[in-house]
């Protein structure tokens, strides 16, 4: 089993910075991509962010230069640096990633989410 859990949500004001943590733990072989979504209430998920196994990187226009995604292939840990916080980037944030078990068994899993309120 693996498991992915996120941590870093919270209350914070418009400008601000939050830095969210997403670790997979459980009985990994690999990973392949780690992303980052966000669901703002009333609107559709979104891929905000995604990084390889080697380090390349895809952003939303909406986050592009605030946002820094980066992972630690050692801790199998994903990280999002947000910066320049807006309020309408108030959102569930959640990461997601795909792999294979240490059977070699293919996977992918989401986080529950962590909750970001950008406001004043």
């Known amino acids: 089993q693996v498991q992915l859990v996120e941590s870093g949500g919270g209350l914070v004001q418009p400008g601000g910075s939050l830095r969210l943590s997403c670790a997979a733990s459980?009985?990994?072989?690999?990973?392949?991509?780690m992303n980052w979504y966000r669901q703002a209430p009333g609107k559709e998920s979104e891929l905000i962010a995604a990084?390889?196994?080697?380090?390349?990187?895809h952003y939303a226009d909406s986050v592009k230069g605030r946002f820094t995604i980066s992972r630690d292939n050692a801790k199998n840990m994903v990280y999002l640096q947000m910066n320049n916080l807006k309020p309408e980037d108030t959102a569930l944030y959640y990461c997601?990633?795909?792999?294979?078990?240490?059977?070699?068994?293919?996977?992918?899993?989401w986080g529950q989410g962590t909750l970001v309120t950008v406001s004043s």
């Open positions: 459980g009985s990994i072989f690999s990973i392949n991509a």
């Open positions: 997601n990633a795909d792999g294979y078990y240490s059977d070699f068994g293919y996977f992918e899993l």
């Open positions: 990084i390889n196994s080697v380090g390349s990187t």
